[in-house]
């Protein structure tokens, strides 16, 4: 029996292919597949999983390129999570995704619905999220429209992770023009696990029942796959009311009986019903088993009334998932759906004929070899070609900048949106339910204790854009090499990352070059770390009528403590400590905080990455910090030197002064590049005087280049900072003050028009 | 010595109430929200969460799950309650705390660490500490605002039922800085800062542990 | 100019997931109230303003809604009375 058309179904022309985002020769591979034209509800399941966002047509060839695996992997890229054992017996998941377009339409429920997301790629692992963290990109918070986004994304955020009670322990927010038409929303989990917990999301066993669990079926989002994969233009605003709604609360409950049903032994694996609903978790975990299914589409609980098989099958609605049972297992996996008062229906079978089936009662509406979904989509292999501006941006020479005064330049720094507190962001975020938050937001990376053992977890998510923008392959290293240092400097070691790659049109040369060679400089920094990746996400087409966004490769890290007691803070502690700067002084401006800041305009040679010496640092501070020599240490990146060490000490409670001279440290840097310049491969450490020796020492063996610069405190004093004939002076209650008040003065009164928030 | 942690669809600070509590050396259980008794529990614990993900109003539907009818029972014959956070909302939804939580004044959530006076030693929670001493226990809510009418207030304050207030930072606007409170018998309190979360050096404070330091309470106090 | 009190409703638009709605439905079931239906959570505005004439209150309740009161990508709005007020 083949699959037929029905009656009411719009006829299959040129310009129905079109709308699917299908071009002529991808439609002529489904025809020459099937044998036959597709019908309608086989278009709708091939543009789904034919789409970027579920194919990666783009951009497989250049992720195969990544480095996947080492001794600590235990799942990599391929399945809804990659999997890293971290020491006795447990493993955490971890993924971060993009849910950029839905944030730009609906902030709110665009921010929601991707935290739901990633929480359910989590907990199909068989993991418990025990944290999630969240990368934004806004334009500037000058403009009403940009506050209204901040506002809504951060909120959507907040409402859904504080409901289910995961907490939100870290993340980065930058502000740039270049985002203004497009922000970036992409948030991370994580989860725990036993290693023997691990569940596939790969169906298996011919005659197994294929159960839908959790929220109905309503005609949310349908082709949100396609349009993630499509670029954000004028027309755009007439898509609105293919919004999808989050509901924490039953995700809430969904987690609750997922982890209940994997550790049942009733069910062979499980999925959530993401970007492409039912056809593409169906789908994908039929092809990862090899097998085929037979769904019947009506028999998917639905929320209204009259929906077709095609909106069925297409529908994006949340909280749904997908589980392949054991045979004969049917009522007890009822049951626990029951007891967390979730819906369930038994949809389908597993089938071993290698055939994607769908039927509406009686009818088949849809049959194609499961493989050809998920593997039959021809590969685009889009030139690459760096565009002439961006060479020139890159060597466009370096504006004399040095006769600024130092303190109004630092303080007008700490008064960038991007520098300054993200306070205003994270106190709406729920940062310490679960009871395991030993360092949340406010540093470099979160920590997080392993109840039970001596464990600790070590967590951060960032990039810079700007640096990739002005070279793409050395901006590439320097999201990850600035990442290992975030966890390294908590006295963590790197272990895995997965990435969320933002980038423009791959069919663009100018932004597939930048997607190569950011990937270039991704793969060798992993490597050189030791840090694989083990997934995460590709979102092209981030553009709008006003250009492409900074391509920001975000990047997700994951360490791990074998004593969390030994864990470093990023704030001073102690008056009287001495403060040592890890690293060599070279006054890099190029693509700094600083040159744009004087100039109005990012330029330059973004700092040079220099891999081995980032190993060492790393290396160093995880030594350092296991042998407990370390009050504190806190990475340098945007904003150089000066803004690391303000940060460090406003960070304390009180706030500490400090009191430097950088003369010998930056002997041939002019003052402003030695303060502002944002150098790689540094770190500001601070130690007691007893084990200064010891740990200069210690640096000496790692051939980490350390200088002690000055001494911390005390409480509530000036900041002091002298480069020979220069000095900056100013009281640290007034560098806090900016630094703290830079955001909520910006975003007070941005409120309005949003739905009402749920508080517990 | 036993403490009942009840578990509502959508509580998320049950594990948290009973790690603490463990941790305290009570024998802990939780109670599903449709049983129907408590399993032979001295002590009752609402924890945190969004119940029901605090549709319609925070507490709102909790209030009728089936183990509430022998929650206010324990209640009546003196036994101790304490409701964290969404427990305190259901706790004064139930009725069996005055007044009300409503949104924060500056309507947003806000999870920060705040410092708390203990106004009254006269409760199973707060017989371990010192009247006028101050903790540091975290908040994470949206609606922590506490208000209640004036003669409320005035009874509650008069009757030494104010059982926490935030000194200093009051992180929600609510009336006469009031963070706890207890009922009339004092078994009954409410709080909306998270002890739980402050029992572990580890986690950067330990000033929540006594609230659940409750060996020698049993039913009837 | 005279004194008027417009009354807006604010709705989930039909078709998309209402949470609140679901949840109180489902309450209400449990609580043995039987026969209930589908439930929608909206909210309700008293907008007090001054204008020329009923249809002037009309006209800019609804420019209200579209640029503040009401989201325009999830929510419908209706505006419900419009009275002669204090």
């Known amino acids: 029996m083949t699959a037929r058309s029905r009656p009411g179904d719009p006829a299959i022309t040129s310009e129905l292919v079109r709308r699917h985002g299908l071009n002529p020769e991808e439609f002529d591979r489904i025809v020459a597949i099937l044998g036959r034209e597709p019908t309608y509800v086989e278009l709708g399941i091939f543009s789904a999983l034919w789409s970027e ?189 293919q919004v999808q709604v989050g509901d924490p609360f039953t995700e809430k409950l969904l987690i609750e009986a997922s982890l209940e049903l994997i550790a049942s032994g009733h069910i062979v694996a499980i999925q959530d019903m993401g970007a492409a609903g039912l056809t593409s978790s169906s789908a994908e975990m039929a092809a990862r088993g090899g097998v085929g299914v037979e769904l019947d589409a009506r028999r998917v609980p639905t929320r209204e009334d009259g929906m077709t098989p095609y909106e069925v099958l297409l529908s994006e609605s949340q909280e749904r998932m997908l589980v392949v049972a054991e045979r004969g297992s049917e009522q007890a996996v009822e049951a626990i759906a029951r007891k967390w008062e979730l819906e369930s229906a038994v949809v389908g079978r597993v089938t071993d004929d290698g055939l994607y089936r769908v039927r509406w009662g009686d009818e088949v509406v849809a049959e194609i070899p499961g493989r050809s979904l998920v593997e039959g989509v021809p590969a685009r292999r889009p030139e690459a070609v760096e565009g002439e501006a961006a060479q020139a941006r890159r060597a466009r020479p370096m504006p004399p900048t040095a006769d600024r005064d130092l303190g109004d330049a630092l303080e007008r720094l700490l008064d960038l949106p991007t520098i300054a507190s993200k306070r205003w962001v994270y106190e709406q975020y729920d940062t310490s339910v679960q009871a395991n938050t030993v360092r949340g937001p406010g540093g470099d990376a979160a920590v997080l204790r392993v109840r039970g053992t001596t464990l600790g977890l070590a967590l951060t998510a960032g990039s810079s854009g700007r640096y990739v923008w002005l070279d793409p392959y050395e901006g590439g290293k320097a999201a990850v090499a600035e990442a290992a240092r975030n966890i390294a400097v908590t006295g963590a070691r790197p272990l895995g990352v997965t990435d969320c790659l933002n980038f423009g049109d791959p069919e663009k040369p100018d932004v597939f070059y930048q997607f190569r060679e950011a990937c270039r400089g991704i793969a060798d920094a992993c490597r050189a770390l030791e840090t694989p990746v083990t997934g995460g996400n590709v979102s092209f087409y981030n553009e709008s009528p006003s250009g492409a966004v900074l391509p920001t490769p975000m990047i997700g890290m994951v360490g791990v403590l074998a004593d969390v007691t030994t864990c470093v803070p990023a704030a001073f502690r102690t008056t009287g400590d001495a403060l040592v700067v890890l690293g060599r002084c070279r006054g890099e401006l190029g693509g700094s905080q600083y040159l744009s800041m004087v100039t109005g305009e990012t330029f330059g040679a973004p700092p040079s990455v220099n891999l081995a010496a980032e190993r060492a640092l790393v290396a160093f501070l995880v030594d350092a910090a296991e042998r407990r020599l370390l009050a504190s240490a806190h990475d340098v990146s945007e904003g150089g030197l000066a803004v690391a060490l303000v940060e460090s000490a406003v960070g304390a409670a009180p706030a500490l002064g400090f009191d430097v001279d950088l003369s010998a440290y930056a002997r041939d840097v002019a003052a402003d590049a030695a303060l502002f310049g944002e150098d790689q491969a540094r770190a500001v450490v601070t130690v007691d005087p007893r084990h200064l020796a010891a740990l200069t020492a210690l640096a000496v063996q790692h051939g980490v280049p350390a200088t002690m610069v000055g001494t911390v405190g005390p409480v509530g004093a000036a900041v002091r900072v002298v480069v020979r004939d220069r000095r900056l002076e100013r009281p640290i209650a007034r560098l806090r003050e900016i630094y703290e008040r830079a955001v909520p003065r910006r975003m007070a009164g941005a409120e309005g028009g949003l739905p009402a928030a749920a508080g517990g | 010595m036993k403490i009942a942690v009840v578990r509502f669809p959508g509580s998320n600070c049950d594990a948290d109430a009973y790690h603490a509590a463990r941790a305290a050396g009570a024998d802990v259980t939780y109670v599903w929200h449709r049983s129907t008794d408590l399993e032979g529990a001295d002590v009752v614990v609402l924890p945190g969460g969004f119940s029901y993900g605090d549709y319609l109003r925070p507490g709102a539907i909790a209030r009728f799950s089936p183990v509430m009818r022998a929650v206010a029972e324990h209640a009546r014959s003196g036994g101790p309650v304490l409701g964290i956070c969404n427990g305190f909302q259901i706790l004064c939804e139930a009725q069996l705390l005055p007044g009300t939580l409503a949104r924060n004044f500056g309507l947003s959530f806000v999870c920060r660490p705040v410092t708390v006076r203990v106004e009254s030693d006269a409760t199973p929670f707060t017989a371990r500490y010192r009247v006028g001493q101050e903790l540091r226990l975290p908040v994470a809510h949206g609606d922590g605002r506490y208000v209640a009418d004036d003669a409320t207030l005035d009874r509650l304050e008069r009757g030494g039922r104010v059982v926490f207030r935030y000194a200093g930072d009051n992180p929600n606007g609510a009336m006469r800085d009031i963070a706890g409170i207890a009922s009339e018998e004092r078994n009954v309190v409410g709080m909306m800062p998270h002890p739980e979360r402050a029992v572990e050096t580890l986690l950067g404070s330990t000033d929540g542990a006594a609230v659940f330091a409750l060996a020698g309470v049993a039913a009837g106090v | 100019m005279r004194r008027y009190r417009g009354r807006v409703r604010v709705m989930p638009r039909a078709g998309l997931l209402d949470p609140q709605g679901h949840a109180v439905e489902q309450a209400l079931g449990a609580l043995g109230f039987t026969g209930v239906g589908r439930v929608r959570v909206g909210r309700t505005l008293e907008i007090a303003l001054e204008a020329d004439s009923e249809q002037e209150v009309r006209e800019r309740l609804r420019e209200m809604c579209e640029r503040l009161v009401a989201n325009p990508v999830t929510e419908d709005f209706t505006i419900d009375a419009v009275e002669a007020g204090p």
């Not at chain 1, 991707?114 to 990368?135: H, N, Q, W």
Request: charged share 20%; aromatic share 6%.
């Open chain 1, 53 to 241: 966002h579920c194919s990666y047509k783009h951009s497989r060839a250049v992720l195969k390129t990544l480095p996947t695996t080492g001794p600590q992997v235990l799942q990599g890229p391929g399945e809804n999570a990659g999997v890293l054992r971290i020491g006795d017996g447990w493993a955490v998941a971890f993924k971060m995704e993009s849910h950029n377009h839905p944030s730009a339409v609906e902030p709110y429920q665009g921010a929601a619905t991707g935290v739901g997301g990633i929480l359910r790629d989590i907990f199909t692992m068989g993991a418990r999220p025990i944290a999630l963290l969240d990368s934004l990109r806004f334009g500037s918070l000058d403009s009403p429209r940009q506050r209204y986004l901040c506002h809504g994304v951060v909120r959507g955020i907040g409402d859904y992770g504080n409901c289910v009670g995961v907490p939100t322990v870290a993340g980065d927010v930058v502000f740039d023009p270049a985002y203004e038409g497009n922000p970036l929303v992409n948030a991370m989990c994580v989860g725990l696990l036993r290693e023997e917990e691990l569940i596939r999301a790969a169906a298996a066993g011919p005659g197994n029942p294929i159960i839908v669990v959790g929220a109905r079926t309503g005609r949310d989002g349908i082709h949100g796959a396609a349009f993630a994969s499509e670029a954000l233009a004028e027309g755009t605003e007439a898509r609105r009311p």
